[in-house]
């Protein structure tokens, strides 16, 4: 491959996005717009690449620094126009460059380094001075057109303001993505004039430059025109998060997952699943997360940036910034937070929420629990209804569970508390203090019944009525035996 100099545009307002957000930094499958050209940019290991930006540009400066760090920004002056954006690119690159340029959108994410490195190996094959992506399009409303000449070979690029109609009929457009030689791309910029109805600079004017300067200018068709597709609105980038979605899809399977029902299932870029996976219906996979071998996830699960070890199981289930260990389980309908370590063989079970909480190898908290700030050990069972309290309303505390605790229903542990290995809670209890090793902590207090409160308080009520008739029944199956004594058979 020839030394390259990558050039992304950045530019545009993007109105018709009709949002505060800058249409590069518009999500699709987990990255912005941008950062999926960039990952794309850096496949092709440029010696150079620049991002022009003007719209929203700290923002977009942010974005492009956490994803391809190297990369110079080039400012778009008031000078509108792509021809004049490739411009300002150019002069951050250094004066004795001479490679090639590629010139890619930063709102067409769906463009691949293979096809781009074909388009590479195509301009230098045919010694081209200008090569262009086209694609054939079923609709090409919108589109500049590719017109070739007799012998089919790259004539101009007219776009569709400017067609008449035999041109508007024609199917083939420009894809907006460019290979230039560096020489041939600085001396047509210079040439290119304002003198059009939107006062523009336009880079596809370069190619009059090119060709009268005797350059070899090809357009490149392919087959597959999503790789060229623009998101200009949000319907567009719908519909490119569709086709973004059923490739990630497709891939997942053909690498050995199950993925039992692709329509409902959302998988982002940079999620990692093993062979052997299965993917449940409804089951959204999100940011960095890890999916090992065997495990199954869903139906109805939602797990962003996790780390999913061997044969673990979530199912219906919120589940972020997590672990869950080799063999673990979680759900259904619970809530694992960040922070969240679940050890192997563990188990959250029904309506549990945790954060910030390590829990150890083969322990359990089976159901409508809540554990947050807690170290809790091995061979742990806590039970249902727990509390872990541990907000005082100015600072969070953290709990300390030993090694195979157990604890009873509707326990609340209030931070900062230690129970130490083996030790037992009684039902409802409310600790307050350490608990030794081995000891039971239980909270005694007698239990005091006021008779008669729901009939004087809740007078009318369906529940005073029950009591009422209870209480008659009760009354009636106690009465004393005959006052006048045996029956005269007995007394015989």
């Known amino acids: 491959m020839p030394e390259i100099a990558v050039v992304v545009l950045a530019a545009g307002a993007g109105t018709r996005m009709r949002s505060a957000t800058p249409k590069p930094l518009h999500a699709l499958a987990g990255r912005s717009l941008i950062a999926h050209v960039l990952h794309t940019a ?24 956490h994803h391809a760090p190297s990369a110079r920004i080039a400012d778009q002056d008031d000078v509108p126009g792509t021809g004049r954006a490739v411009e300002v690119a150019i002069a951050q690159l250094p004066a004795d460059f001479d490679g090639l340029v590629v010139v890619l959108s930063g709102d067409v994410p769906l463009i691949d380094a293979d096809t781009l490195r074909e388009l590479v190996r195509e301009h230098e094959t045919a010694q081209n001075a200008l090569t262009v992506l086209s694609t054939r399009l079923p609709d090409p409303t919108g589109f500049g057109r590719i017109i070739r000449n007799r012998a089919g070979h790259f004539q101009q690029i007219v776009e569709e303001r400017d067609a008449d109609a ?15 030689g560096a020489a041939q791309l600085r001396t047509a910029l210079a040439a ?4 059009n109805d939107q006062g523009e600079k336009y880079l596809t004017d370069a190619a009059l430059g090119i060709q009268a300067s005797g350059g070899r200018i090809e357009a490149v068709p392919i087959d597959d025109h999503w790789l060229v597709a623009g998101v200009n609105d949000r319907a567009q980038l719908s519909d490119i998060a569709l086709e973004l979605n059923r490739r990630i899809v497709r891939r997942h399977q053909l690498a050995g997952a199950t993925i039992v029902d692709p329509a409902s299932t959302w998988i982002d870029a940079d999620v990692s699943l093993e062979e ?21 996830i869903g139906p109805d699960t939602t797990v962003t940036d996790t780390e999913v070890g061997e044969d673990a199981v979530i199912r219906r289930s919120d589940v972020t910034l997590a672990v869950v260990g080799a063999g673990a389980s979680v759900g259904p309908f619970s809530y694992l937070r960040a922070g969240t ?3 192997a063989g563990g188990k959250i079970g029904a309506a549990v929420e945790t954060k910030n909480a390590v829990i ?22 806590l039970g249902a209804g727990l509390i872990t309290a541990n907000y005082d309303d100015v600072s969070k505390h953290r709990t300390i ?20 290995a083996g030790a037992k809670t009684a039902a409802g209890a409310v600790v307050r203090k350490d608990v030794p090793p081995g000891a039971l902590a239980m909270t005694v207090a007698p239990q005091r019944n006021v008779a ?18 209870a209480i008659a029944a009760q009354q009636a199956s106690q009465t004393p035996a005959d006052p006048a004594g045996p029956t005269d058979a007995h007394q015989q």
């Open 276 to 296: 052997d996976v299965t993917i449940l219906p409804g089951t959204q996979l999100h940011g960095a997360t890890s999916i090992a071998r065997g495990a199954t």
């Open 192 to 195: 290119i004039g304002l003198d």
């Open 341 to 343: 370590i679940l050890g």
């Open 452 to 469: 008669g409160w729901v009939q004087e308080k809740r007078a009318g009520t369906a529940a005073a009525a029950a009591a009422d008739a």
């Open 360 to 381: 150890g190898d083969g322990s359990k908290v089976p159901h409508l629990s809540y554990v947050g700030d807690a170290e809790i050990g091995e061979g742990v069972n």
């Open 401 to 420: 569970i030993g090694d195979h605790v157990h604890t009873s229903s509707h326990t609340v542990l209030v931070a900062p508390v230690e129970l130490g």
């Open 42 to 65: 850096h496949e092709l290991q440029p010696a150079h690449l620049v991002a022009v930006v003007r719209h929203e540009r700290d923002r977009l400066v942010e974005e492009i620094a």
């Open 166 to 180: 035999a041109t508007k009929a024609i199917d083939e457009v420009n894809g907006g993505i460019y290979v230039f």
